[in-house]
């Protein structure tokens, strides 16, 4: 069993700054593409950044120069720091990875149970 655990999220002033933390536990091999996505009432799904192994990153056009994706494979952990945070912003922040499991040596397609990110004006 592996599991994704994000932690970080809160209410922030617009304006303000917020670190994401999200860390896979469980039996791992390896851990492929990580990424972030975020949902806002009533709205879809949405892309905001991804991640490869190697460091290569990929981000929502609107949120590029305020978002970074980083992670530390030696943890097993993603982060996204989000600066100039405004009120749209505001969304369920999920963690997503592409694992490999120790046994059996499959590729399993996990998510996190999601933080709330709250902007005020």
């Known amino acids: 069993q592996v599991q994704l655990v994000e932690s970080g999220g809160g209410l922030v002033q617009a304006g303000g700054s917020l670190r994401l933390s999200c860390a896979a536990s469980?039996?791992?091999?390896?851990?492929?593409?990580m990424g972030w996505y975020r949902q806002a009432p009533g709205k879809q799904r949405e892309l905001v950044a991804t991640?490869?192994?190697?460091?290569?990153?990929n981000y929502a056009d609107s949120l590029k120069g305020r978002f970074t994706i980083s992670r530390d494979n030696a943890k097993n952990t993603e982060y996204l720091q989000m600066n100039s945070l405004k009120p749209e912003d505001t969304a369920v922040y999920y963690c997503?990875?592409?694992?490999?499991?120790?046994?059996?040596?499959?590729?399993?397609?996990?998510w996190g149970q999601g933080t709330q990110v709250t902007v005020s004006s």
């Open positions: 991640i490869t192994s190697g460091g290569s990153t």
């Open positions: 469980g039996s791992i091999f390896s851990i492929n593409d």
């Open positions: 997503h990875a592409n694992i490999v499991r120790n046994w059996p040596r499959i590729v399993v397609n996990v």
